[in-house]
């Protein structure tokens, strides 16, 4: 099967700006990562925005050191280094960036548990 290119574009995303050929005339993005909310670890935000300020990048660097680098998520069976931090009680559901509230994760056992309990 051939693909047809419909045209050259510039990626919408003003971080962006990329020349694209765009596969649908209804494409925007040069990929699902330029959406707002697109690909996966992409936030449309920055991390101020989003409410992770200064003191809780301290508070995350004072829980990873306190866990000893160890992924507290599934203990028992995961090996990784943990690299970021997980919420016990998910802000989305009223938690706070407290450290009492954070536990250290690896990133793929914090995706796999996501917003939830």
């Not at 016990?88 to 914090?110: F, K, S, Y």
């Amino acid at each position: 099967m051939r693909r047809t290119f419909v045209s050259a574009r510039v990626c919408e995303n003003p971080r962006c700006g990329a020349f694209f050929s765009a596969k649908i005339s209804t494409q925007i993005y040069c990929n699902p990562r330029c959406r707002p909310n697109g690909g996966p670890g992409h936030h449309a935000l920055s991390s101020t925005q989003r409410g992770l300020d200064y003191a809780y990048r301290k508070a995350r660097l004072k829980v990873l050191e306190r866990d000893r680098y160890t992924c507290r998520l599934m203990l028992d069976v995961c090996t990784i280094t943990a690299d970021t931090v997980d919420h016990v009680i998910p802000r989305i559901m009223g938690g706070t960036n407290d450290p009492a509230n954070l536990q250290a994760a690896c990133g793929p056992c914090n995706r796999l548990k996501g917003a939830r309990l």
